[in-house]
């Protein structure tokens, strides 16, 4: 959460490391340093967890063997679902 990012900031790591591009990370830091408010702050992070996600089903739909449009359509109107999950990994082979 929260503390988890003044933590982070805290040790002045490396813009570059892997643990400072985690996903939403740097929608928080502006809230954490005191410049914007938490509302605006969690809505620009949701955001970037929307682009994120909507990025991950592209990356995978393109991956998807030939035929398996319906995979690809059920994966992009259920890409927030966890409980899809269980039902796409047995038709995935």
């Keep these: 959460g929260l503390e988890e990012i003044r933590r982070l900031l805290d040790r002045a790591l490396d813009p570059a490391l892997p643990a400072m591009k985690a996903v939403?990370?740097?929608?928080?830091?502006?809230h954490v340093r005191g410049l914007v408010p938490l509302a605006a702050a969690l809505d620009a992070a949701q955001?970037?967890?929307?682009?994120?996600?909507?990025?991950?089903?592209?990356?995978?739909?393109?991956?998807?063997?030939?035929?398996?449009?319906?995979?690809?359509h059920e994966l992009i109107h259920e890409q927030y679902s966890g409980d899809i999950l269980a039902e796409l990994l047995p038709k995935i082979s």
Excluded: Y
């Design 24 to 30: 939403a990370l740097r929608e928080f830091v502006p």
């Design 47 to 72: 955001a970037a967890t929307r682009r994120f996600a909507k990025r991950q089903v592209t990356w995978f739909r393109h991956r998807l063997p030939s035929g398996s449009n319906i995979i690809a």
